[in-house]
């Protein structure tokens, strides 16, 4: 299958900082991509969803200020945690589909985030 | 927006079977299935595209009714192997969000 890299993997940060994610497909041309985030025990929650070139579509809740996405090119997409709380610490994770509606999605591994 | 699944929860014992359902709101493009153990990334399983069709490979097979918005996930002689949580994840018949079921916590013990 098609190759989804996520970058950092686990990162503690402190609280105000301000941390960024990326996502890159590596083989493939990721025209969607959407985030994730996870409590433990609980299912993924959309938090937004890009499509290349255009401004992500936040879900209701999620502050577009806070978790600014960007989806600059058919390979890579960032999600960046703007002066990062304690609450923010979760499991993110990217996943990327290629043009096709209905197609597979290729996922990250995901990134553990800790805010002390 | 978010489907739900039933059981929460599910013990089997090795060659028992399952079947986990997963039901939504919304009208249905497509619903995935997939599979994810403790910390790693979800394992993509099937998808099935609207149309009721079914597909299956192996011991793990899956239907779609759209107009029930509803599809179910069958496991069939269940190995140690299918411990984990599965999710279904559905794409509705407007905009491209991907919404993850609530996911059920599949147990095999020998």
């Known amino acids: 299958g098609a190759v989804v890299s996520q970058h950092p993997s686990r990162v503690i940060c402190k609280s105000g900082t301000s941390v960024k994610i990326e996502c890159r497909s590596l083989d493939f041309q990721a025209t969607t991509m959407f985030w994730y985030r996870q409590f433990p025990k609980q299912s993924l929650m959309l938090m937004a969803t890009s499509n290349e070139g255009s401004k992500a579509t936040y879900e209701q809740g999620v502050e577009k200020d806070k978790f600014l996405i960007n989806h600059a090119s058919l390979t890579l997409s960032t999600l960046t945690v703007t002066s990062a709380h304690p609450e923010d610490s979760s499991f993110y994770i990217c996943s990327a589909r290629g043009p096709r509606r209905a197609g597979e999605l290729f996922f990250g591994e995901g990134s553990r985030l800790t805010v002390l | 927006q978010q489907p739900v699944q039933s059981p929460q929860a599910v013990i089997l014992r090795e060659g028992e079977d399952a079947v986990i359902n997963c039901s939504s709101s919304k009208a249905l493009y497509s619903v995935h299935w997939y599979r994810q153990k403790h910390g790693e990334a979800p394992v993509f399983l099937m998808i099935l595209l609207k149309g009721g069709e079914q597909k299956g490979h192996d011991k793990i097979s899956a239907s779609f009714n759209e107009k029930k918005q509803q599809s179910s996930l069958y496991l069939t002689a269940s190995q140690l192997s299918y411990s984990g949580t599965y999710f279904c994840?559905?794409?509705?018949?407007?905009?491209?969000?991907?919404?993850f079921g609530t996911g059920t916590s599949l147990t095999v013990i020998p």
């Open positions: 994840g559905t794409e509705g018949d407007t905009g491209n969000q991907f919404y």
